[in-house]
């Protein structure tokens, strides 16, 4: 057990109680940000004329050669330091000796801890916008493939009125749009470096706060170092916005297995992507979309905990917080993953187009185009409503679609209809004739498309 505070105890801590404080069997991952941190500190240390440059030197060479060593493996984090703060110094003085001792100069574990989560969550950010991004892309490509493989659009889980594929993939298109901004409004408001807030009223050593937060990338220092030892509100905006980005990866699971379905039949997804049951040989299991689907809880209840941990500290940092760790660990991971696999598992997807096209004329989605039809013919709207309501009580009795019944049968119900009902009825000519702002029809979607590409090419 090295712990770097044993001065003041004139006893040996429990075995149990050690463990419980550890830290080191999660932030382990942290030693790459842990030594990039402590060469900025000693770097703005010997600026400062507080460590010579012959001292910080040695540091930093010592400082890489841990980094390399446990980068290529020859050196491993093991349980017996308390945390990675512990295991980085007591290894910089063992190699080094003396001036490893002054690393710790005008710093505590609090703001080095604070540092370090910020630098992990920076590169987390960055590198879930770069998969956002590249879902963005897969999502855009079957854009510009599907407009038209026309399909139903749904209220209520009702086929509602005609839509394309394009314009479906649209929608979560600017679901995930908005979560890559959530992102980047993460990145830039957390962008503050803690590094010189001590334990939590700064330090009596003359240190350029704002040269270390430039040396590592931060656009300042943080005002408060109360607050500097005790923010995360950083990681609750994460875990909200890693939430938000699994509640939109789960309702898409949710319609891929609904379309996946026997009843549907809109998709067939990938062998590589779905998996089978030990019993029923014909079965192929949407597994993916339901683990996604079933991960979302996992994120949320994270982010959850992380509130409530946080709720009842008072000022500054209390050891409650290292409870973070974990929580964001497992949520970011979950995250990564889920999009990676979602993304895979769109990629390689087959959408069944002439089921989807039948299954839009089925459910009726052209009635409204209908009675717009009759409408444009001079019969006022509530009785056109109620004679294409006629139609589809005909139509159910027959067991046929609206395209389908002949012109006799149309006029048998109104004599206004003539041989060009079928054009305006075609799932075709409902969509292509819907072209407001953000509609399925293939103009509104060209200029959509060229928007978002302009979008993910600035970005
Ligand atoms: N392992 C701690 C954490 O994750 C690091 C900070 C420790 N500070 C302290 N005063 N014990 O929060």
Redesign the pocket.
């Known amino acids: 057990m090295a712990q770097l505070w044993g001065g003041r105890f004139t006893k040996e801590t429990d075995k149990l109680v050690y463990n419980f404080n550890a830290?080191i069997s999660f932030?382990k991952c942290f030693y790459e940000q842990d030594i990039r941190g402590s060469i900025a500190h000693v770097t703005m240390l010997a600026k400062q004329g507080i460590l010579t440059e012959k001292e910080k030197e040695e540091i930093i060479e010592g400082l890489e050669s841990i980094r390399r060593d446990v980068d290529n493996g020859t050196l491993t984090i093991t349980d017996e330091y308390?945390?990675i703060?512990s295991f980085v110094e007591a290894n910089l003085i063992d190699r080094i000796g003396d001036a490893g001792k002054k690393l710790h100069t005008g710093r505590?574990?609090?703001d080095?801890?604070a540092l370090d989560?910020k630098l992990y969550t920076r590169d987390e950010v960055t590198a879930l916008d770069r998969l956002l991004k590249e879902l963005l892309e897969t999502l855009l490509t079957l854009m510009k493939k599907h407009m038209e493989t026309y399909m139903p659009g749904f209220t209520h889980l009702q086929k509602a009125q005609p839509i394309t594929l394009a314009h479906h993939m649209g929608a979560y298109f600017e679901m995930f749009k908005r979560d890559r901004q959530r992102m980047k409004d993460i990145y830039r408001r957390m962008n503050l470096c803690p590094l010189g807030s001590g334990?939590l009223a700064g330090t009596t050593y003359p240190l350029d706060r704002e040269y270390t937060a430039e040396l590592l990338g931060f656009d300042g220092p943080t005002l408060n170092s109360m607050d500097s030892v005790s923010d995360r509100d950083y990681l609750i905006e994460l875990l909200s916005a890693m939430s938000t980005v699994m509640m939109h990866l789960s309702r898409f699971s949710e319609e891929v297995i609904i379309w996946n379905s026997n009843e549907y039949n809109f998709v067939e997804i990938d062998d590589a992507y779905s998996t089978g049951s030990s019993i029923m040989p014909q079965k192929k299991n949407p597994d993916i979309a339901e683990l996604v689907r079933g991960k979302a809880g996992r994120v949320y209840g994270a982010l959850m905990s992380l509130l409530t941990t946080m709720k009842g500290i008072p000022l500054a940092?209390n050891?409650d917080?290292?409870e973070?760790?974990e929580l964001v660990f497992d949520a970011v991971d979950t995250t990564k993953g889920c999009l990676a696999l979602f993304t895979g598992m769109l990629k390689t997807i087959k959408f069944n187009k002439s089921r989807m096209e039948e299954s839009a004329k089925n459910g009726f989605t052209n009635a409204t185009d209908a009675a717009d039809y009759l409408v444009n013919h001079g019969v006022p709207f509530r009785d056109a409503h109620g004679i294409v309501g006629r139609l589809v009580l005909y139509c159910l009795e027959k067991k046929i679609a609206l395209d389908d019944m002949s012109l006799e049968e149309f006029k048998a119900i109104s004599p206004v209809f003539e041989e060009d009902i079928y054009e305006a009825i075609s799932m075709r000519t409902c969509v292509e004739m819907r072209n407001t702002i953000g509609a399925p029809g293939r103009a509104a979607m060209e200029d959509v498309i060229a928007a978002e590409e302009a979008y993910l090419a600035a970005e």
């Open positions: 830290s932030d308390e945390d703060h505590s574990r609090n080095q801890v989560m334990a940092y050891k917080m290292q973070d760790k």
